[in-house]
């Protein structure tokens, strides 16, 4: 049984943009269409070892660069610190590894960067991702840029989106349409949605933020959209303690509709406690979702391949 999701009214602070800010007009509302079948892939992509030997996650795929988050260690009763790395994802299997994270860090993302998203800007990706600059701090949105996907850039404007007055922004999702940069991210009010009309250079909240709340069965978090013929798709989080991955639509990116739950925890040691960060793609011919797991028995990048057609 689908369940519309209406955008609920937020404490408005400073500036912020109606939907069709930039020029677009949007169709209101949101389709009523199920997430599809899928089948894990038992063996991770990618597992914690080196620089990121306590955990892997976030992974974002953007042609054949992999980019994801690692952290070498926990820290008990607070943020762990995570670092940016790449990778390159072939024929369905992980090379070039980068030895080290590769965004160079500064103040404002001296403590932790973490779940990076890529757009690709001609002959240039654009990474944007999470910082902190320490533990105690409410996380914000910066953007770096490289030709290779090793060497990358921080934008010296960074944070492009501090989000100051409603408890920073972390987890991001953008896509490029209509000459426009949209973001969904996670606050400590929901999910959320930002527009930018610069070309990314800097980022407005949508007036009536959250636009996913917390839900019956946990709070939100991790939001991946993407543009699917003539609607949104949306991925994301639900959970407290463990998460799995919810299912929503929407024709204007601000207004959802949730349906069944897209994944829940798997069986294996990697993946029985956690599914987040989903990422539709296609690996090798077989389209599905890249995810990041937790388990019992440490964590991964995983894939889950779509079962039939749709």
Known sequence: MLMLLMACNAEKEGACVDVDAGGRDRVSGAPEIGPPALSVRPEPLLSPEDWYRFQVTTPNLQGDL???????????GNHNPYYVGTARLIDG???????A??????????????????????DRYVLYYQGRPDADSDPGIGRASSTDGLTWTPDPQNPVFANTGNNGASHVSVLEK???????YASYQGLA?????DGGASFTPYCENPIMPPQADGSVKAPDV????????????????????????????????????LLVTGTQGWNDETVVNMQYVELDGAPGYLFAGVGSEGSGIGFAEVIGAR
């Not at 992999?66 to 008990?76: D, H, I, K, Q, R």
């Not at 949605?193 to 009309?197: E, I, Q, Y």
């Open 178 to 184: 209509d000459g426009l940069i949209e973001m969904w």
């Open 193 to 197: 949605f930002a527009l930018s009309t």
């Open 101 to 122: 994270p590769v965004i160079p860090p500064a103040a404002w993302d001296a403590f932790s960067q973490h779940d990076p998203y890529v757009l690709r800007d001609n």
């Open 93 to 99: 299997a992980i090379t070039e590894i980068s030895p």
């Open 66 to 76: 992999l980019s994801f988050a690692g952290t070498p260690e926990y820290v008990p």
């Open 226 to 261: 993407r543009w699917n013929v003539d609607h949104y798709e949306m991925t994301f989080a639900v959970g407290e303690e463990t998460w799995k991955t919810a299912w929503a639509t929407s024709y204007d990116g601000v207004t959802w509709a949730r349906g069944d739950d």
